[in-house]
């Protein structure tokens, strides 16, 4: 079977562009019989970033309920919090020794944030940068190799992470035999960015999301504050480029997409482009909705479900953890 694994990271609530870009196409991949699902809550991630306890409890009780909702079979697919499962902090301290410091130099996270502490003027380029954020792709290839995995469906600002783990499981199975399968990242080409509402990446830490399972009412509210240019009704309009026709890309079928495209060379003004783009993902998500509320009034349940996955990563993480053990030369746990 083909071993199919994602992540998100607990720091927020899950919002179109993870669910458009990582989680629909993992569900889609877990309906095949062929596969094996590996989707997990990334919470040792979110520390690098979240010091808020709370925070990180709430949005994982909201991306479990989220995936439950949206009709993850746990039968099949093996679902998880990442630090229910401590043998992939153990393999992150064997993968951080076979990392080359200068490949965690060009992760596009920690680029970013040096740069934006250049542009701030200031002496220190890693102000403020804690090694979490540093070693990041070296945990989330810990997460990925723990579990072999075959493909990992993810949006476009992963895809460095995914080389970065293919060249550490590369330079592992050269020291100490093949031990592990290199990963290759799977990417909706619709879906591979979504905007958000003032047009940047669609992004929990530039505050422009909109969350997936947001109230209808405010839902249709966050998809008006949409930000467009100024063009009037009437005025021929481009697509590419446009926030609203990228999301709607992501929701409509082929058919409907090139329907629009249409419109936008007409003139279609952008309410009416707001309503058919708010309709569309209504349309689609209402339904599981409903059943995220109702998954959100029953922690219980989400917990059962995690705990049962737990046991399940761990039948196969344990085993894994003592025959690398054993590849590296130091005792296995008795
Ligand atoms: P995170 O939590 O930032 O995002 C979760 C998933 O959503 C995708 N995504 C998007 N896709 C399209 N358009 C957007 N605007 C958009 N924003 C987010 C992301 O690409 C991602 O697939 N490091 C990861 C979590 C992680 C992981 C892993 C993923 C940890 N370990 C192992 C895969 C495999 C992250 O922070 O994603």
């Known amino acids: 079977?083909?071993?199919?694994?994602?992540?998100?990271?607990?720091?927020?609530?899950?919002?179109?562009?993870?669910y458009a870009g990582a989680i629909r196409p993992a569900i889609a991949a877990s309906k095949n019989d062929d596969v094996r699902p590996f989707y997990f809550l990334a919470d040792y991630h979110a520390l690098i970033k979240c010091n808020e306890p709370e925070r990180v409890k709430q949005s994982s009780r909201e991306i479990a309920a989220t995936w439950l909702a949206l009709g993850l079979d746990t039968s099949n697919a093996v679902f998880y919090r990442q630090s229910d499962v401590p043998e992939i902090m153990e393999l992150t301290w064997m993968l951080t020794c076979v990392t080359a410091k200068g490949?965690?130099?060009?992760?596009h996270a920690y680029k970013a944030a040096v740069a934006e502490n250049e542009e701030a003027g200031g002496n220190d380029p890693d102000k403020g940068i804690n090694m979490g954020l540093f070693s990041y792709p070296i945990l989330m290839a810990a997460d990925i190799l723990m579990f072999n995995a075959d493909k990992v469906p993810v949006g476009k600002d992963q895809i460095q992470h995914i080389e970065m783990a293919r060249d550490i499981a590369s330079r592992f199975n050269h020291l100490y035999g093949e031990h592990f399968t290199l990963p290759e990242a799977v990417v909706d080409d619709n879906a591979a960015t979504l905007l958000g509402l003032d047009g940047r990446k669609m992004s929990k830490s530039y505050n422009n999301t909109i969350p997936l399972f947001e109230k209808?009412?405010?839902?249709?509210?966050?998809?008006?504050?949409?930000?467009?240019?100024?063009?009037?009704?009437?005025?021929?309009?481009?697509?590419?480029?446009?926030?609203?026709?990228?999301?709607?890309?992501?929701?409509?079928?082929?058919?409907?997409v090139e329907a629009v495209r249409q419109q936008y060379a007409e003139g279609i003004a952008w309410g009416e482009m707001k309503k058919i783009l708010f309709e569309k993902i209504n349309d689609e998500i209402t339904p599981a909705r409903e059943r995220y509320e109702a998954l959100l009034e029953a922690p219980e349940h989400i917990e059962e479900q995690l705990q049962e996955g737990a046991k399940k990563a761990r039948e196969i993480s344990k085993p894994f953890i003592q025959e690398l053990r054993e590849a590296v030369g130091i005792s296995k746990i008795s």
Not at 103 to 107: E, T, Y
Not at 218 to 241: A, C, H, M, Q, V
């Open 103 to 107: 490949l965690m130099n060009r992760a």
């Open 216 to 256: 209808e009412k405010k839902f249709r509210k966050l998809i008006n504050k949409i930000k467009t240019n100024s063009l009037e009704p009437g005025e021929p309009k481009d697509p590419e480029g446009c926030t609203l026709f990228g999301i709607y890309q992501a929701f409509a079928t082929p058919a409907e």
């Open 1 to 18: 079977k083909s071993i199919v694994l994602t992540g998100i990271t607990t720091t927020g609530t899950p919002h179109l562009g993870n």
